[in-house]
C-alpha cells in the first residue's frame, strides 16, 4: 500500500483547504448558531467538482477518485461538518447510487444535474419506525401498473428541504420482506409529496434534516431503480460506500479539533509556560494525534478498495465505527485542552464537539457497524 498522495490528490486536498478557509469558516458559527443552510457554498462546491467527485465525466462529474475524496472530505469537516455532509450525502448515497445502479435514462436525467452540483440530492430509507432495523420499512409502493402509488413518512432525511431529487427506498410485496422493497427517484415537485418541519438539531446545524410526507404520490414504473425487489440491496450497496463519506467527515471533524487544539496549547501559558509543555496536555495530543492518524488509515484502505472495486462492507464499517470514536473522544479533548475557552462558541471546538456525535449515529450507528463486522468475520 502506498501512503503517499499524488499529485492530483494533493492539488485537491489543497484546493478543498483553500475552499474551507476562505468560503466556510467566515460564516461557520453563525450558520451553526441560526441553522442556516450554505446556499451559497454548496453552489460553489458545485463549481469545483465537490458534489460529484467520483462520478464518471461523461455524467456531469469530476472523475476523480475515492481517496481524492476522502481527502477532500477530511478538509471540509475540519472547517464545517455541516457543509460536508451535504456534500457526502451527494456524492455517496445520491450520486454513486445512481452511477452504479440507475438506468442510462436515469443518469442522464437525474445524475447530470446532480453530479454537476446544479441541484442537490436526498436519501430516504430511516423511518419513524425504522432506523437501524431498516428491512422494516413501512412506506410502501404499491404496482398499479404504469406507476407505483407511494405512501408514508421518511424521517431524518439529510438535505431534505433543499433537495430536488430524492431516492426513496419503500416496500412493494410485505410478504418478501426485504426482497420485496424497492427504490425509487422521486422529483420534490410531484403531488402528494410534502416535506415536514425542520429538524432543530444538537450539531450539524448548518444542514437541514426534515422529515418527508408521502400521500399517494405517483411514481412513473421507469423512475424504479434496477429490477424490481433490488431496493434493499440496492440501499446496502450504497450505505456501504456512504460510510467512507461520514468516516472521512468524522476524521476532519477530529483533525480540525485537534489543529485547533494543538495551536492553542503552543500559545497558552499557565504556571509559567506554554500549556504544550505539561505531560498532562501533551500527551493528550500524543494520543489525538495517533487516533487521527490511526482513523485517516483506515479511510484510505476502505477507499482504495472502493477503488479497486471490492467488496467494502466491512473496511467502510471498521473505517465509521473508529473514525467517529475519534471525532468524539478528539473533540471533546480538544474542549478540555481550551479550557473556559472551549466551552464558548468564538472558539469551535464546542461546535465540533457536538458535530461529531451524530457520526456514531447516521449512515448506520456504532452498534450497527458492529454487526457488519462481526458478520463478515464470522463468514471467512
Ligand atoms: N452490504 C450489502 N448487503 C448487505 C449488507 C451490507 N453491508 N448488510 C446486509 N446486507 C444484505 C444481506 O446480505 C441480506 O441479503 P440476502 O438476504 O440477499 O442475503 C439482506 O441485506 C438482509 O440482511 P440481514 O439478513 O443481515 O438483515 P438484518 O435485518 O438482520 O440486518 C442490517 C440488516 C445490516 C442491520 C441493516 O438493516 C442495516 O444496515 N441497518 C442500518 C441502516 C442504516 O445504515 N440506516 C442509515 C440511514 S441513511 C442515513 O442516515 C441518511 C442520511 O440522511 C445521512
Avoid at 433490488?230 to 440501499?235: E, K, Y
Avoid at 503552543?266 to 492518524?293: C, P, S, V, Y
Amino acid at each position: 500500500m502506498n501512503f503517499n498522495l499524488s499529485e492530483e490528490q494533493l492539488m485537491i486536498q489543497q484546493a478543498a483547504r483553500d475552499f474551507a478557509q476562505t468560503e466556510l469558516l467566515p460564516g461557520v458559527i453563525e450558520r451553526d448558531r441560526e441553522q442556516k443552510f450554505p446556499h451559497e457554498q454548496v453552489k460553489k462546491m458545485g463549481e469545483l467538482g465537490f458534489l460529484g467527485m467520483f462520478v464518471d465525466p461523461k455524467y456531469g462529474g469530476a472523475g476523480m477518485d475515492y481517496i481524492s475524496y476522502v481527502v477532500a472530505m477530511e478538509e471540509i469537516s475540519k472547517v464545517d461538518a455541516s457543509a460536508a455532509v451535504v456534500m457526502s450525502v451527494n456524492n455517496s448515497l445520491v450520486c454513486a447510487g445512481l452511477e452504479a445502479y440507475a438506468s442510462e435514462e436515469q443518469k442522464m436525467k437525474y445524475l447530470v444535474p446532480l453530479a454537476t452540483g446544479e441541484v442537490i440530492g436526498a436519501f430516504g430509507l430511516s423511518e419513524p419506525e425504522a432506523g437501524s432495523d431498516a428491512t422494516s420499512q413501512k412506506t410502501t409502493a404499491i404496482d398499479m401498473g404504469d406507476h407505483y402509488l407511494l405512501n408514508g413518512t421518511k424521517n431524518w432525511i439529510t438535505n431534505g428541504g433543499n433537495a430536488s431529487t430524492y431516492i426513496v427506498i419503500a416496500q412493494t410485496y410485505p410478504e418478501r420482506k426485504h426482497k420485496g422493497i424497492n427504490a425509487f427517484i422521486v422529483e420534490r415537485s410531484w403531488e402528494g409529496f410534502d416535506i415536514g418541519p425542520k429538524e432543530d438539531k444538537m450539531g450539524i446545524r448548518g444542514s437541514d434534516t426534515h422529515s418527508l410526507l408521502f400521500n399517494d404520490v405517483k411514481v412513473p414504473k421507469e423512475n424504479r431503480i434496477g429490477e424490481d425487489g433490488f431496493g434493499f440491496s440496492f440501499a446496502m450497496n450504497v450505505l456501504n460506500g456512504g460510510r467512507i463519506g461520514i468516516a472521512s467527515q468524522a476524521l476532519g471533524i477530529a483533525s480540525g479539533a485537534y489543529e485547533l487544539a494543538l495551536q492553542y496549547a503552543k500559545t497558552r501559558k499557565a504556571f509559567g509556560t506554554e500549556i504544550i509543555n505539561h505531560q498532562a496536555i501533551a500527551f493528550k495530543l500524543a494520543d489525538m494525534h495517533t487516533q487521527i492518524m490511526a482513523a485517516r488509515m483506515l479511510c484510505y484502505k476502505a477507499a482504495a478498495e472502493k477503488n479497486e472495486g471490492k467488496d467494502i462492507s466491512e473496511s467502510g464499517a471498521m473505517a465509521k465505527l473508529y473514525a467517529s470514536q475519534v471525532a468524539m473522544d478528539t473533540t471533546i479533548e480538544a474542549v478540555q485542552i481550551h479550557g473556559g475557552y472551549g466551552y464558548v462558541k468564538e472558539y469551535h471546538v464546542e461546535r465540533m464537539m457536538r458535530d461529531a456525535k451524530i457520526t456514531q449515529i447516521y449512515e448506520g450507528t456504532s452498534e450497527i457497524q458492529k454487526i457488519v463486522i462481526s458478520r463478515s468475520i464470522s463468514k471467512k
